[in-house]
């Protein structure tokens, strides 16, 4: 994400990360591994400017509904991928691609 909002130009602004609370351990755990990548324990060694916004799931936020869908439709691909997956067809369409136009590892990215 730093690397796609840097090529636009707005990588010295904070970008806010708005995600569900889950409950006390989970925001607890999401939020000190959130500050660790963000201090500089990332692929770029570097701080990033970004800041987590836990919000509750009673909010009904329209946009972590996108993403929700978004998210189950890239899951579903990455488990099983030789299931026939249209959502996910008309989702990676929209990836950032290499110059080789690969989307692993520049829109799509697996973490463990």
Known sequence: MFLELNSRG?????????VEKRGEKED?????????ICAGA???N???PFELVMIP????STGLQ???????????KVLR????NRAYDIVAKKFRRSPASETKGWGLKLFP
């Open 46 to 48: 570097q701080r990033l």
């Open 57 to 60: 799931k009673a909010s009904n």
């Open 66 to 76: 996108i993403a929700d869908l978004v998210a189950r439709s890239v899951g579903i």
């Open 10 to 18: 707005q990588a010295g602004k904070i970008t806010h990360i708005i």
């Open 28 to 36: 607890n755990q999401l939020d000190l591994a959130f500050r660790r």
């Open 42 to 44: 990332n692929a770029l």
């Open 81 to 84: 991928p030789a299931q026939p």
